[in-house]
């Protein structure tokens, strides 16, 4: 048996948002993109490379995966057993602290946690810019959730261009989201096709394009200049964009439930109300509001009139990737 590498990383909610490959192989992004990495939402990922095995064995909560459904992280430890010249299968066990499928970007802490643990246990010491890369093989938004705070993907041209970096961290200022986690139903499409969809279908993507580069630009200044309005405003009317190139599909889809609606709609209204906040959405019902720390308790209790205390979970930005090794 050779050494067991743990790994531990936070999920990130991008407020310019990657919706759409420019290179589907290389999961390469049509647009650079920005997010913060949360403290609250995490995965760890326990990898062991083990000459006794016949196939990757995935664990999800000590429970095996089934060959069809472990496909995609088997797919991933073949690239890195390409890269590091290890040759055996792989044991891998991994804890979810985000809920699955509903639009919490359980894939970006998830690919991240597994980038860096087989990598390390595969005997490769990649530093975390070459980490954020090989994480982008997995799923695109894990190239951001290898850094803590606020962090900007690279769209890059080709492999070795198309990575994350810190834009701030720490953040020594007042920012934080608060997840309204909605029933967790399964999504009508994976992101992964929602995105390919749109870039195909939607005639408004090179318009999407186009203002995610003036976002891009505003965003880093916003940030710099902690900015929250700034930066709310921008993730809200990008976020918005994002959803309306997914209404422009052919065929349309959406991500909306009806208990959406109503959270954006109660945002809305406290901000008619003088409270500073704003939503994002991804590829799945939740509503993430982005706000202060000081208006934690007026937000929370204008949303319990519609939700149920323990659907309102607040996020404070969170770390980068870590590690344990053991022998
Ligand atoms: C809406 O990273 O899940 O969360 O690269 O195909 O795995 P794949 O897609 P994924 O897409 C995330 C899209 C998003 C926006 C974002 O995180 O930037």
Redesign the pocket.
Known sequence: MSKTVTARAHTNI?LV???GKKDPKL?LPQNG?I?LTLDHFYTQTSVTFDSNLNRDQIYFDDQLLPATKSRRISRFLDLVRQQSGAEAYAAVHTENHVPTSAGL?S??SGFAALAGAASRAAGMNLDNTALSRLARRG????TRSIFGGFVEWHAGHDDASSYAEVLQDPIDWDIQMIAVVLKATRKPIS??AG?ARVVKTSPYYPAWVKTAKTDLKRMRRAITAKDLTTVGQIAETNAMR?HALNLSAQPAFNYFTAATLTAINAVTDLRAHGVNCYYTL??GPNVKIICAGKDTDVIKTALQRHFAPEQLIVAKPGPGITFTETE
Do not use: E, N, V
Not at 139 to 142: K, N
């Open positions: 991008a948002k990657y919706w999961m993109s997010s970007a894939s970006a799923s695109g938004s894990a992101s992964t995105m994002m991804d590829a």
